[in-house]
Each structure stands twice: as C-alpha cells, then as structure tokens.
C-alpha cells in the first residue's frame, strides 16, 4: 500500500478512536501512539521506551471509568485531549505565526460561515504529548476525584474564538455599481446583527467596478453598502473577484468580465482559457498574459495590480478604522486558487476529471519555450490522450495507473503546468502586499478530494495541483503562501464530501484534510 494511502487510513483511525473513544491521542499521532493508547485502556502499563506488561493486579478487561449522571462527563485533567473532543469543527492550517487558515462550506449560503480560524499553538496546547497520559485506571479513586473535571455537553469555553461571517448575496450590487436596495440592506444586516455575528463578506467584482472604460474605477454602490455595514458596527471581509460569475441556474446576478475585456476578445480570444478542443473559458483570463500587453497597453499583472491599488486608494480609512477585517484575493476560477478545469459551462458533471487548460496562444507559446530549454522540442505539447472532462481516470491513457502522467514527459509537462499557477500566485501576492501593507490577505483553495484514492489523482493534476501518489503537490503551494504571510482558505465542497468505502469516484476528503494539515 501506496505511503499516503497508508497515512490516509491511519487518519481516519485517528478520527474515530479520539471521536467515539476518547482516546488520549496527540495531534500527530502515529500508529505506536494508537497501539499504546489502545494498551493503556486494556489496563497495560506502556513505558517510554515501549516495553509494555500487564500488571498483575489489573484485570485483563478493566470497568469502563464512572459517568456522572446524565449529561455530566468525568475527564482527566492530565489528559487535555479529552476535554476537546467535542470541539467538531476543522481546525485551520496556519502557514505562519501570523497567518491561519480558514475551512468553509460555500455551500452554506448566504449565511456561511466565512472564517474557521485556530492557531497551531492553541491546537498543540489542546492536544498534549502522550508520553504524559496515564489510564484513569492506573489512578485510584481519590486521584481520579481529584484530578477530575466536569464537562457540559456543548460547553467550548476552552476552545479559540472563532469569528463568524455572512455572505451577502450578489444582486444587491448592480452592473452600474448602485447599490440596489439600502433599506432592505439595513433589514437583513439587523437580523444579522441580532444574531451576534462579527461581520460580513462582500464581494467585490472587477467586472462591475471597471466595467466600461479601462483605468475608470466605479466605488460609488461599494460606498454605499460599506457606510451602512458601518452603522451597525460590524467588520467586513472583501473579496476582490477578478473572476465573472452567473450561468449556473442558480438565479444569482450575471457578472462578466469587463465590457471592455469583452470588446477586445472579439479580435483576441486568446487572452483567455482554452481547452483541448479549442473553447473558450470566458469566466477568467489566461495566465498566459500575465506578462503580455495585450489589454490596452496593460499586462494581465498591472490590470490586477491597477485595481487592487483602486481599492486601497478609496477605501483606506475604512481599513484604518479596523471595518475591513482581510482581503482576499482571487486567483482563480470562481476565485480559488485553480485552473478553470471543471467548467459547468462546458458540460463538466461531478466527478468528471476534467480537462488541461493550456491551448491558448500564450500558454502554448510558454510550452514551448519551456520544451527548448530542456532539448525536447516534441514536448511542446499537451497530452492527447488525458481524456474529456467527464471521463474517469482508468478511462485514459494519460491518467490511468502506469500511464503517461509519470512518463519523463508527463513530468515535464505536469511541473510546467503547476509552475505556472505558482508564477501566478507569486506575481498577485507580491503586488497585493505592495498594495495592501500590512492587511490581513487571504488566498482561496479548492479541496478536489474525488479520485484522490487513485495513483494519479487526476482531478487535482488537471486543475494545477500536480500532487500524484508519489509526489506531494501541496508543499510548494503552501511555501509560497507562507512566503506572502497569507491566511488560507480551504473551500470543502457540500454534498459529496463524504466518505463512502465503494465511492465510484474514489473520494478521501479526510485524506486529503490530513494532507493540507501538515503544511
């Protein structure tokens, strides 16, 4: 069994034993801290060096430890393990000591909770070595009355803060950048208000606020809508959407790129994604021309740039005065940190492996530059033989196992693909904290947890995330997060993130959650 494979079980064993057993595991528990756990509740007596014997006046089978009645709940003070165990939410990832990491459900809208944020230390206090836990058995009763504690279920009095805030929907942001109804606005912030929540999310779309005319930025509906979240003394986490949004039936307002983005893709559809087939992804640009004037003069990078620095210019004293709470920032498809991979639009169904996005001009051009300098100019390509967007790994001859994505060319062509998005990210961040100093950015990443129990993991490879079985894909995503000081974000998709043991799609969510959490 594959090295990962095996840590992903390992993982859910772990899960299981401190959920429904109360086990006094540590946060990286591995398989002797399991097996010595296991000893200790069996009444064993397990040593440091893990010499192990059962003592000869335990019984094989001890009692289980006394219950209080009811809803009271008898844990050991030296085992601070157990009085979390009723702590259910995921427990961020920080990337530094100033940046943590944020796990949502954007399913849950429009009231989501937009910020899950624990420290690593919090966790690495909650969760103690087990070398210093000892059985309650090994104690006797005034010990145990002693060093005991009653927990009420629901009491999270000794868990971190944890900021809530709600999502507001799109409409209420016109495509002339008004804001549509403040006195509804006002209703539904004072619902929200009465319900303690510390903020909301509001979205802020390139598309509206530079809709018409490149360099004519349109705050005035944006201003309106920060006065009133003012009044009611809430915080406010931006979201600058460099990404269109609409078309999925779900009734939310259309928003497109800009007009004038628009008018210059008549004569140049390449600036944006492009799939195999030759169509057109028009929900953001290529990262192709990042580097390249093509939008009136600008780069891909200075038009990103130009507006984050808009935004800082119209908006500071709100920042100063402590309103705008982060930023985030998109990088992405639907604002994530992701290649447009599985495009609705193009007919992609979960859990479609999708397709490369890398058949513009530019990419393409960047393709080959990258083949020459490795001497292989047949490289300049991308794979025939990866399947449709729907297809399954096995399906293909690119992804099944032993196929061609760990060929000297698949490698080639996989690391020159994830490169990509990293130089992306690395050149955004750069100049969003040249515009942003010292404010609280975050980054949105995409949990692609269906086909992560198979060698290629073909959906993460095909969304730029070139994480197969023998490779760790994450690592240099996460070094360059840590780089920019970011907070991450880690977006858990709703229905199918579930486990199921004969899942077509060979979903791991859980391993996947394992993985991120290491970083």
């Known amino acids: 069994m594959r090295e990962r494979h095996r840590r992903a079980i390992t993982s859910r064993m772990l899960a299981g034993l401190r959920q429904h057993g109360n086990f006094p595991l540590p946060a990286r528990a591995d398989m002797n801290d399991v097996l010595a756990a296991l000893a200790r509740a069996a009444g064993w007596t397990v040593q440091p060096d893990g010499t192990t014997f059962r003592s000869s006046n335990q019984p094989l089978l001890p009692p289980p430890p006394p219950q209080l009645h009811g809803v009271f709940q008898v844990a050991s003070v030296e ?16 990337l530094d000591s100033q940046a943590s990491a944020l796990q949502t459900d954007d399913s849950l809208s429009p009231s989501s909770l937009d910020s899950v944020v624990a420290d690593r230390s919090i966790k690495t206090e909650n969760y103690g070595n087990s070398s210093s836990v000892s059985s309650l058995n090994c104690m006797d009763n005034d010990q145990q009355l002693m060093r005991s504690s009653v927990v009420f279920p629901g009491d999270y009095t000794k868990t971190p803060y944890i900021p809530v805030y709600a999502s507001l929907p799109m409409g209420i942001i016109n495509s002339h950048c008004q804001l549509v109804d403040p006195e509804s606005v006002r209703a539904d912030l004072r619902h929200l208000k009465s319900l303690n929540v510390d903020g909301v999310v509001v979205d802020c779309w390139w598309g509206i606020v530079e809709a018409w005319t490149p360099r004519k930025y349109e705050w005035s509906g944006y201003r309106d809508l920060f006065g009133i979240i003012k009044e009611f003394k809430l915080k406010v986490q931006v979201v600058l959407s460099f990404h269109g949004s609409g078309g999925t039936g779900s009734g939310d307002l259309l928003i497109s790129l800009p007009k004038w983005i628009m008018e210059i893709a008549k004569e140049n559809q390449d600036i944006f994604f492009t799939d195999r087939e030759g169509r057109r992804n028009t929900e953001c640009l290529s990262w192709g021309i990042d580097k390249e004037r093509v939008l009136r003069g600008r780069t891909g990078i200075e038009v990103y740039f130009d507006f984050m620095r808009s935004f800082h210019m119209e908006f500071r004293n709100l920042s100063e005065e402590g309103l705008v709470s982060s930023i985030e920032i998109g990088l992405g498809a639907s604002g994530e940190l992701r290649y447009p991979s599985c495009p609705e639009t193009m007919g992609w169904k979960y859990p479609g492996i999708g397709e490369f996005q890398c058949y513009d001009r530019y990419m393409q051009k960047s393709l080959r530059q990258s083949a020459l300098s490795r001497g292989h100019l047949f490289w300049a390509r991308g ?12 399906e293909t001859g690119f992804f099944c196992d032993g196929g061609d994505y760990d060929s000297y060319y698949g490698r080639f062509f996989l690391n020159w693909y994830s490169g990509v998005l990293m130089d992306h990210v690395d050149q955004v961040l750069s100049l969003a904290s040249l515009a942003f100093d010292g404010a609280e950015i975050v980054v949105k990443v995409p949990s692609i947890y269906w086909w992560y129990r198979t060698a290629s993991h073909a959906a993460e490879l095909t969304a730029g995330f070139y994480n197969p079985t023998n490779r760790d894909g994450y690592s240099p995503v996460f070094r360059m997060l840590k780089k920019h000081s970011v907070i991450l974000k880690l977006v858990c998709y709703g229905p199918e993130f579930t486990f199921q043991e004969n899942d077509e799609a060979f979903v791991d969510p859980e391993g996947l959650t394992w993985q991120v959490e290491m970083f």
Do not use: E, F, K, V
């Open 79 to 94: 085992n601070p393990a157990l009085l979390n165990t009723l702590s259910s939410y995921a427990i961020g990832t920080p």
């Open 383 to 394: 794979p025939d033989n990866s399947g449709y967007y729907n297809s399954r790994p096995h």
